[in-house]
Structure formats: structure tokens, C-alpha cells
């Protein structure tokens, strides 16, 4: 053998037993799941992100055999909890729960700290429904032309909360304020918590929450629903007239909800997650409660989800371009 054939030589074989442990150490890491796994909700207890993570992670801790715990991480509209999954370890054990924010905050923030689409795994969407225009007891409007017409009168003087900049609840109340040519000064939060604290006590008496949270201060009395968001009326309500036939023609918004991981995560674990969410998504008991709460559980395919936040963010990227919008 050549001199040169056997640097080769040595070469190849320095090559080969480097990748050796790195083989035989994927070979031994044992099935996924084999430890807890976090998921993580980048906004405080109490909305619609929340919900559906408590109520998948307990199916999947019962059909996986592995605990999986939630934990809230709220800050910049959900920016800051995205942040931490989008810098986790791509091995399926770190998960978050979005909402549409996911989609919107890219026409809002001037600079994000990771690229939305680039940095995550999508697995799949939970769950979609409207959300509600409620005001608090009192505001003298009982339906959507007296609230505009109130609003007109007293411009810049009526404030709205949300759950934070760039959330449906934000994105409702400015197309609302667009639709209606009306003044609604925004007040965000770090979680439907403290904007509901704030709404129940009339500090700010205007809200646009999802069904799945906010029907509960409506049947209790302690804010008054006035129309919800979508084209149609809601099954869980459907004495509650949209806002689109209320005085506001056209005017429509939907809240959806999805499962993420990290970019990189081994498509067998995407695989197992997707598979195992949609099943739970199937179970009657949860079915049930997500109806109840206003939302139509949905699943999908990673492809097909992927393509449906590419989709979302081409489509609020319009809204927040024709509205200036920007995080305040």
C-alpha cells in the first residue's frame, strides 16, 4: 500500500471509530418517552393555552407512562416561553402549547429572538374557537350599535383589556376599533388572569377573551356578553348573536390552538407525540370538555400544521401592516 493509501487508510478508520460511540450511544438511549416531559404555556393560568395543555398533558401522562408537567411561562405575549422551547434540546422532551400569537407577534415585534417557523417542530393543532366581545355590568350597552355608538361618543375615553400585546383577544379589539370606526384604547396583560381581575372590577371594562374562558364570568353575572367573534353563532351560546350580524358586517375572528416542539426534534418522536395527541383529542371525556368550553378539537398532520402558520403569519402580517400595529 502507498504512503498516501495508507493515510488514507488511517483516516477512514480515525472517521469510523469517532462515529462509533455516537452510533452506539443513539442505539442505547432508551424509547421515547423515558423521563418527564415539560410543557411549557408562555402565558399565566386561566386561558385557552392553559386549558388544553393541563387537560392533553394528563392523557399523555396516562397513555405514555411519563408524567408530563405544564409550566407557565408568560411574558411579551408569549414570546418569553417560546423562547425557552425554541433553545431546548431537540429530543421531544420540552413542548409548548400556542395559541395564534405564535403567528402574530412576527408583525409586531420589531426583532424576535427566534424565527418561528425555523425553530420549532410543529406536531399538531388542539383544538379552534371563537371569542366573545363582553363588557362589564357598568358599561350601558347591551348589544354590539349601542357599545359603538357609546364609543363614539366618549373617544379614546373606553379601554379594552387582552392577555397581552399581539393575542387574539389585542388583535380582535383593533379590528373591531377599525371596523367600527370607533377609539378603544388598549391595556395588555401578562395572562387573561389579571385582565379578567381588572375587567370583573370595571377597571377596564371591555374584553374580547375565547369562549373556553370567558363564558364562565357570563353565566355567573359578572360581565355581560355582547356578540361572539365568529361568522357564526357558537353551539355552546347560540343565544349570543355574532358581531358580524350585530351592526359590524363582516367582522370575524377564530382563536386556534397547537402542540410545538424544537426544530430537530427526531421525526419518530414528532410521529409518537402526534399520534398520541390526536387519540386523546378523540376521548369522549375530552371531547366533552373542550365542546363545553366552546372549542372544536382539531388535529392535523406536522406538514399540514406547518403550512397552516405559514399561512397564519402571511395573513396577520396584512393585518398588522394595514393596521400599524406594533408591540406596545
Known sequence: ?????????????????SVAPCAAARAQEPPYPSKPVRIIVPFLPGGGTDLLARIIGQKLTESLGVTFVVENRAGAGGVVGADVVAKARADGYTLITVSASHAINPSIYKKLPFDPVRDFAPITTLAGGPNLLVVHPSIPARNVKELVTLA?????????????????????????????????????????GPAYTDLISGQVPVMFPNVSTGMQYVKAGRVRALAVTSITRTRIAPEIPTIDESGVPGYELNSWYGMLTTAGTPPATVSRLQFEIAKALQLPDVREKLISQGMEPTANTPVEFAAMITAEIAKWAKVAKLSGLKAE
Open 152 to 192: 363614539k361618543a366618549r373617544p379614546g375615553m373606553i379601554a379594552y383589556a387582552s392577555a397581552g400585546t399581539g393575542t387574539p383577544p389585542h388583535l380582535g379589539g383593533e379590528l373591531f376599533k377599525s371596523m367600527a370606526g370607533i377609539d378603544l384604547i388598549h391595556v395588555p396583560y401578562k395572562g387573561n
Open 1 to 17: 500500500m502507498t504512503e498516501r493509501g495508507t493515510t488514507l487508510g488511517h483516516r477512514l478508520l480515525a472517521c469510523a471509530l
